[in-house]
Nanobody, 128 residues
Framework: QVQLEESGGGLVQAGGSLRLSCAAS????????MGWFRQAPGKERDFVAGINGNRDWRTGRTYYADSVKGRFTISRVNAENTLYLYMNDLKSDDTATYYC?????????????????WGQGTQVTVSS
């Protein structure tokens, strides 16, 4: 069984930066697809960013929601079994609970239903 634990959320002013971390346990996720979703109050849980696991030509390929392209960067350190999300130039619209996700093999990153494992979430609040 895979467990995911997010950390790094907090309160930040608009224009600031945060780094979210997702520590995985239970098994090594080198070949897993991993990603981040977020959910603001009263809104649906939306895809933020995703990254492929180690597999064929798609290894390490990244995907981003249009709203965060150029501001957020997803990365993973397989030796640490950890996923990161670097968030720069934060805006009030980025305020949400951020969830780490994972699934074995490939994934259609943007679809909530394909992800097998979810963390409990970490809150990010951006003040204007």
């Amino acid at each position: 069984q895979v467990q995911l634990e997010e950390s790094g959320g907090g309160l930040v002013q608009a224009g600031g930066s945060l780094r979210l971390s997702c520590a995985a346990s239970g098994r090594t996720l080198t070949s897993y697809s991993m990603g981040w979703f977020r959910q603001a109050p009263g809104k649906e849980r939306d895809f933020v960013a995703g990254i492929n696991g180690n597999r064929d030509w798609r290894t390490g390929r990244t995907y981003y929601a249009d709203s965060v392209k150029g501001r957020f960067t997803i990365s993973r350190v397989n030796a640490e079994n950890t996923l990161y999300l670097y968030m720069n130039d934060l805006k009030s619209d980025d305020t949400a609970t951020y969830y780490c996700v994972a699934r074995p093999g490939a994934a259609t990153m943007t679809e909530r239903g394909v992800w097998n494992y979810w963390g409990q979430g970490t809150q990010v609040t951006v003040s204007s």
